[in-house]
C-alpha cells in the first residue's frame, strides 16, 4: 500500500488491470484523453505476454489511475499513462511509472519509451523525474489538437 498525500488520506495499491477495471479506464480515457481509446481496444492491452496493465486501485476497489505498457523483444512502448484529474499530483502516476519500470527490469527489457503531447509540461516533468530522456519528436502526432509529440525513453540496460 502507498500512502497518499496529505490533502487526500487514502490508500492505493498498484495492481494488474483486469476485465472488471475495464469499465472504469473507459471513463477515465473519456475524461483525459481527446481520442479516448474504445472499450476492446482497452480490453486488448489486458496483461499478457505482450502487454503489461496496471491501475492504481484505491480501498473501495476504484481506479484512479493506469499505465499500459505493450512489449516486443527487449522493447517496451508505453500507450497511455492516465490519472483521474481529481487525484491528480499525489503521486499516483509516479507509483505507476515505477512500478511499470521495475516490471519491464523483470522482464529484461532495455528501454521503455512513450510520446507526449509538447505542452503538456507536467506530464514531460514527470517522465523526466522518472529517468526518462527526450530523444526525438514526432511532427503533427496528435490529433484535437493536432500537436508534435516528444519522444521519450529511459533505457534500462
Given at each position: ?19 472488471e477495471h475495464i469499465d472504469e479506464i ?132
Amino acid at each position: 500500500m502507498t500512502s497518499l498525500s496529505r490533502r487526500h488520506p487514502m490508500h492505493f495499491e498498484i495492481a494488474d488491470v483486469t476485465l472488471e477495471h475495464i469499465d472504469e479506464i473507459e471513463e477515465l480515457e473519456k475524461l483525459c484523453f481527446s481520442l479516448p481509446w474504445s472499450r476492446q481496444a482497452l480490453i486488448s492491452q489486458l496483461p499478457d505476454d505482450m502487454h503489461m496493465f496496471i491501475a492504481a486501485i484505491d480501498d473501495d476497489g476504484r481506479v484512479l489511475g493506469y499505465v499500459g505498457m505493450m512489449y516486443v523483444l527487449d522493447e517496451g512502448y508505453i500507450s497511455n499513462v492516465a490519472v483521474s484529474p481529481e487525484h491528480r499530483r499525489l503521486g499516483i502516476a509516479d507509483s505507476l511509472i515505477s512500478a511499470l519500470v521495475e516490471k519491464a527490469n523483470k522482464k529484461e527489457l532495455s528501454f521503455v519509451t512513450l510520446e507526449v503531447r509538447k505542452s503538456n509540461v507536467p506530464a514531460i516533468e514527470l517522465y523526466r523525474k522518472n529517468g526518462f530522456s527526450e530523444v526525438g519528436l514526432r511532427k503533427n502526432y496528435y490529433a484535437k489538437p493536432t500537436e508534435d509529440a516528444i519522444l521519450m525513453t529511459r533505457f534500462l540496460k
